[in-house]
């Protein structure tokens, strides 16, 4: 299973995404890091 948390920023999809794939022990990736990583800039 796969899980996706989408909405408008600021109200805690990363903090709550972190938090729920521990809970389920999946891991977690947050889009806004790995765009950063990609194009080696901050967003």
Same mark, same amino acid.
Request: charged share 20%; with cysteine; glycine share 10%.
């Given at each position: 299973?796969? =899980?996706?948390? !989408? +909405? =408008?920023?600021? !109200? +805690?999809?990363?903090?709550? +995404?972190?938090?729920?794939?521990?809970?389920?022990?999946?891991?977690?990736?947050?889009?806004?890091?790995?765009?950063?990583?990609?194009?080696?800039?901050?967003?």
């Amino acid at each position: 299973m796969k =899980v996706f948390l !989408v +909405g =408008v920023g600021c !109200v +805690g999809k990363s903090t709550i +995404g972190a938090l729920l794939a521990k809970k389920l022990n999946y891991s977690f990736y947050d889009l806004d890091d790995e765009i950063e990583s990609f194009f080696n800039t901050s967003i």
